[in-house]
């Protein structure tokens, strides 16, 4: 973050805004460069951080019991019970971890996924 504002004092200040002197330069042509990274910006790091922020979301509140599930930590288990802040993890057999919610990273469907489209191209 500390690059971008950096970056945007260097570029208001080769702009002429610096500068005493009244420039040529009127209106709002000025600060179309500037508007331009903002969009830029914008559209290629907020914008899809708030989608998967949302998606993340979305998923998290859709637990269910029965739902096989990776934490951020990497543990794969089997939901057994939900409550609002908590979801209790079936590891192994007998073997229950309460974790919180919100460290419920994805589901454990796309990891079988990726895992066949490996083996498919390994034995290709």
Do not use: C
Not at 53 to 72: A, N, P, Y
Not at 96 to 117: F, G, P, R, Y
């Amino acid at each position: 973050m500390k690059w971008v504002v950096s970056f945007l004092l260097v570029l208001v200040s080769n702009l002429g805004f610096a500068e005493a002197a009244p420039t040529s330069r009127e209106g709002v042509t000025p600060f179309i460069p500037l508007l331009l990274i903002f969009g830029v910006f914008y559209f290629l790091i907020l914008r899809p951080q708030q989608k998967k922020q949302k998606e993340q979301l979305k998923f998290i509140s859709e637990l269910k019991r029965g739902d096989m599930v990776i934490t951020q930590a990497g543990i794969i288990g089997t939901i057994k019970t939900v409550s609002d802040k908590f979801v209790t993890l079936e590891v192994d057999d007998n073997v229950h971890l309460k974790v919180l919610k919100s460290q419920i990273a994805e589901n454990a469907a796309t990891l079988k996924e990726s895992k066949t489209a490996t083996t498919k191209e390994v034995t290709a």
